[in-house]
Nanobody
Framework: QVQLEESGGGVGQSGGSLRLTCRAS????????MGWYRQAPGKQRQLVAS???????NYGTSVKGRFTISRGDDRYTVHLQMNNLRPEDTAVYYC?????????????WGRGTQVTVSS
């Protein structure tokens, strides 16, 4: 299994910045990608940003140009730098891992961390 430790988040001001970190441990060799999703009350969970182990990055439309995903010193640590925050960024943010395609590995989700942006 893979264990995910999320940190960061909290309350930010509109126009301000926050940073999230996710560290994966355990059976990490089968991870293909790590990233962040978010879910606001009454809405579906949506992609924020994802990065494959080879460095390919994908951003959700609403965060392009404002959020940046990057890898930490540890291969299985990713950071999400959130700049120019907006009230609509308020959500629970979840770290997620995707397994290698066609493998028997599972995807894993973190417990989530609350991000609240005040106007």
């Amino acid at each position: 299994q893979v264990q995910l430790e999320e940190s960061g988040g909290g309350v930010g001001q509109s126009g301000g910045s926050l940073r999230l970190t996710c560290r994966a441990s355990g059976r990490t060799s089968g991870i293909f990608a790590m990233g962040w999703y978010r879910q606001a009350p009454g809405k579906q969970r949506q992609l924020v940003a994802s990065m494959t182990m080879s460095g390919n990055i994908n951003y959700g439309t609403s965060v392009k140009g404002r959020f940046t995903i990057s890898r930490g010193d540890d291969r299985y640590t990713v950071h999400l730098q959130m700049n120019n925050l907006r009230p609509e960024d308020t959500a629970v943010y979840y770290c997620k891992t995707d397994p290698e395609p066609l493998s028997d590995e599972d995807e894993y989700w973190g417990r989530g961390t609350q991000v609240t942006v005040s106007s």
